[in-house]
């Protein structure tokens, strides 16, 4: 659960009164949890009690409080990107009927409506027994079942109207071991569950001198998203990393390196048992021919650094990677650079390549965000909008894993 980004769509039932119990349980399992809540939802269970335990805003209406200044134009669409899964409890008729006719009439069901395909949604009906047992809910409930999304009986007992009967919501214990299965479960669905990935990221160091270096500006937070959404899909991830100042991601092994010599020398460790190898580090292409033992003086008017060829890492993986492994590489270039791109896919011999510029303030390197575009090696490119980091990361194993179905990998 550790790092997964959960929304619950709380709706009015008298269930309502548990989910602030729920949001803390899932963030004491280290989720980040945002509650959208329906406005009869918010009869139940008060706006500022969701918004403390869950340390986020509340999401309510698709409209801003004031129309005129700050409008943020994805409100509506950014939640349902963001979110790892989706938890609707309790998840009363009306909803049920309102996300099953596709209505975009509140934040929950506009989430409803953009979450990415494959993210696990649970519905927790609650209601009056009768009511849950009519022909109309259960027509809705098989329409948003058949859509893919999990629907969860409710337990039989005393219900708020002192009837005995079913249509209770499980307690918030039960909801988390729900939600926790179904993300397993998403794990085991990926073909890259089970898989052995090694990811490069980060830049490297190569010593002039014993206090200077050659680097860049890599911060590597490219290449801890990719093992970080690896991980998420069951991969089994080696990332070795240049100095950076991130934390591992949970469930990754880490190998901390810090020339290109040595990357190179721990990426050929797993060049034969891995089944994937992305290239996401910005290498040094030269390194300094002979290092000064010692501090340099600064007694000479000019000096000249003779640097000499690093090896290429992932050339060197894709030179001798067999059929049943896969090489994705980065192109860090000019905007107009596609077509070097594509020429480096191709030296390289890879299966995948995200060409993506840089500006230093919406993509490449030392921000959050980047634009990629994804070319296969049948040279089919797909341009990808801006985005965060992680929700590129998420894309690129999209690629990655649509590669490995089609190569019954
Ligand atoms: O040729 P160029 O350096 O632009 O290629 C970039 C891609 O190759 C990146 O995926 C990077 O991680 C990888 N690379 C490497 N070893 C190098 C240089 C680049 O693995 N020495």
Known sequence: MRGKKIIIGVCGGIAAYKIPQLVRLLKKRGACVRVALTDAGARFVSELTLATVSEEPLYRNIFPPTESEGVDYTRHISLGEWADALVIAPATANTLARLSAGLCDDMLAAIFLTLRPGKPVLIFPAMDGQMFLSPSVQRNIATLAAQGCSIVTPESGELASGICGIGRMPEPETLVAALEEALHERALSSPLYGKKVVVTAGPTREKIDGVRFISNYSSGKMGFAIARAAVERGALVTLITGPVHLSTPPGVE??????????????????????????????SDYRPAAPYEGKMKKDDEHIELRLVKNPDILAGFGRQKSASQLAVGFALETRTGLESARKKLTEKNLDLIAFNFFDRKTCGFDVDTNILTLIGSDGVATELPQLTKDEAAGKLLDAIEQRCLNNGL
Do not use: K, P, Q
């Not at 810090?258 to 290239?279: R, V």
């Open 254 to 283: 880490r190998v901390d390196v810090e020339s290109t010599a040595e990357m190179n020398a721990a990426a050929e460790g797993f060049f034969g048992s891995c089944d994937l190898f992305i290239g996401a580090a910005a290498v």
